[in-house]
């Protein structure tokens, strides 16, 4: 006959037996997991790198305690095949593959610093740049995502009466614009260039009058910029700001043309007059010609052509005064 309370010792020290074997292979794992982590490489380091065009950058490669066997760069741009620059520690060498831009080296020799020297920074240096270094202790991987940074060029002025226009022109990024005062009514346009820069082009118009200066602000990773204009009433279209400058010389050479007709006539009149036949006087002139002046029909022709001619020459002197 067996006994209940045997049967329920054996079955503990069993279920003892069973948890003690289970414990021992979960620690006996959890050293080999240990052990196997020591051994890999670090994980990766990913960063964001921005750098002003015209400038210099450096890029760093991982930082160890132990001398690095090797380091190698992989460059890889837009629109162009990738680039790798490596350097060997046992046999001191360096050798590149497909780097065709002289603006990007080694910072110094890469046996003391494996670190990449970009300058001067242009648009295309935009991309990727990973390094590699293999230690004794294992291999450190850095990437770093280069974006370039262009200041836009920012201007203001009168587009339309009480219309003020806002320009960033090529900036990378895209630059943003708002204005002061608000309440305007503002349309704003992007036109994105080949070369990766974007001109941002803001108009805003103000009805009410109360609105006299207004501000454009123009904010950019490269710093911000303000601006600002008067609306004045009434105030005419800078693109027709020029034509006062047309009208009012032809104005003057219109008056002048006037008054030069009009002088210039009456100077003919006078010069006509003191032309005139100088009178003779009576007691001088002999009988005979006194006689043929009043009796030859010749001589009364010539007086009424010579009366004409000074007629007309009175009546244009009169039409000039009156230009």
Known sequence: MLCPWRTADLGLLL????????????SNGDGKQI?????????????????VIDTSAVLHCPRTLTEVVLARWEIIL????????????????????????????????????????????AITHDGNYRCT????????????????????EASLFLSRNRTA?????????????????????????????GNGTVTVKSTCHWEGPDVTTVTC???????????FIE?????ITSEKSYIPYIIFPIILIIVGSI?????GGCRKCKVNKTEATPVVEEDEMQPYASYTEKNNPLYDTTNKVKTSQELQNEVDCTGLLTL
Request: aromatic residues 6%; proline residues 7%; hydrophobic residues 35%.
């Open 133 to 152: 270094t293999a230690t004794p202790d294992g291999n450190f991987n850095h990437e770093y995502h280069l974006q370039v940074l262009v200041a836009p």
């Open 165 to 193: 226009m806002c320009r960033a022109v090529a900036g990378k990024p895209a630059a943003h614009i708002s204005w002061t005062p608000e309440g305007g009514a503002c349309v704003t346009e992007q036109e994105r260039w």
């Open 231 to 235: 609306l004045l009433p009434g105030a």
């Open 259 to 263: 008054w030069f007709l009009k002088f």
């Open 15 to 26: 279920i003892l037996t069973i948890f003690l074997v289970a414990a021992s292979s979960s």
């Open 217 to 227: 602000s123009v904010s950019h990773l490269t710093g911000n910029r303000s601006l």
């Open 35 to 51: 052990e196997q982590n020591s051994s890999m490489p670090l994980s990766e380091v990913n960063t964001s790198l921005s750098a």
């Open 78 to 121: 837009r629109d162009k095949p990738s680039c790798t620059k490596a350097y060997r520690s046992d046999t001191n060498e360096t050798k590149d593959t497909n780097c065709t831009d002289d603006r990007i080296t080694w910072a110094s020799s890469p046996s003391q610093n494996p670190d990449l020297h970009i300058a001067p920074v």
